[in-house]
């Protein structure tokens, strides 16, 4: 079979059907070819490059999905899921009804933890999962971008000062057409610090949908809640949060849990949790 | 003191300064969900009530201003009951909302 390379593909490469794409679905006209009407039709739901391949091998040589792949992705139907923004019909979704609740089993498996994450938040103000974001995360940028999700004016902005004084590139959001728009931004933020209770929406709900979406979900979430009770952090661990942080909160603290989420080599907490 | 740390202490004094200039109108505008809450039993001012009194409550002890989030944190307390349903008609817990925001112009 022929190398995929000159769409530079790589196997674990994920790849998502792009709003443009998805009308594309549904036109009885389509201008695809019929090679590439079948290869959306596999991505359709998401899928990597690995599970294309082996999908399409009925219908496609190596040379004919490359080329498939080449039509979708320079028509912009497809996307790599990493560079997908909000689009417009997902907006919409975004802030609809309720998000899915954590599965039972999600619950079952937070429970141990979130009885640690009580006593963390208690005792220092802050709780971060020991889980390290992925490798590209630790490349040192030269600015993280961190999207600050807070209601309150006086606190979003000394938020932002605060973090660009600190070396971090800062935006805020107070209303779900702020948010949307931030992340509709591409690339999304490094990092989403989110309160849990804001006029017109709710943070536990952004959470759950930023999980659910193909551009946001690999994107770290630390809440700023005031309660520091098992029931709001099992909620928040269930449905993939990577930390709290107590409201009111220490400067340092805040500062310790950003850096430890985004895997900051230089962050004492993270050279602790990497050492043998 | 660093270049940066008299930046941020900056940063807060001048942010504390505004928070508490905005204080008087905010209190207002929370009075009358109150108000409009007990007058209709309108769950969105008991919602928009919570929200603001919550929003104040994570802020104030940030800007040294403990007495104001403590007070504003009693207030979440209690609408957040009355939203419950755990206290839906109970004269006390209406006035000590009322209270709790007086309390906070105060301040």
Redo the contacts between chains.
Sequence with gaps: MPDPSPVSILDSDLFAVTFHGNRELQRADTRLSLLALKLLVLIDGKADFATIRERSSRFASGEELADGMRELLKGGYADYSSRLVMEPDNLIDFFSGDANEPPAQALKDAHEEAITGVTTLQQDGYYVRIAMPPAERLRQHSRDRVLIIEDEPSLAKFLRQFLEIEGFTAATASNREEIVAQLRRVPPPDLVLLDVMLPDADGFNILFKMREHPALRDVPVLMLTAKATRESVLKGLAGGANGYITKPFQTDNLIAAIRTVLGRRDDPFVQRALAP | MSN?EN??EQ??QE??R??RA?MPARLDELAEFLVQWMRDGDGASGE?L??GL??????????GLDAL?DAA?RG?RLARRILDGKMPSNVPEWSALHDAINCMRRL
């Design positions: 940066g930046a941020k940063l807060l942010v504390s505004e928070f905005a928009a919570l929200c919550h929003s104040i409550h994570g802020a104030a002890a940030l800007f989030g944190g979440e």
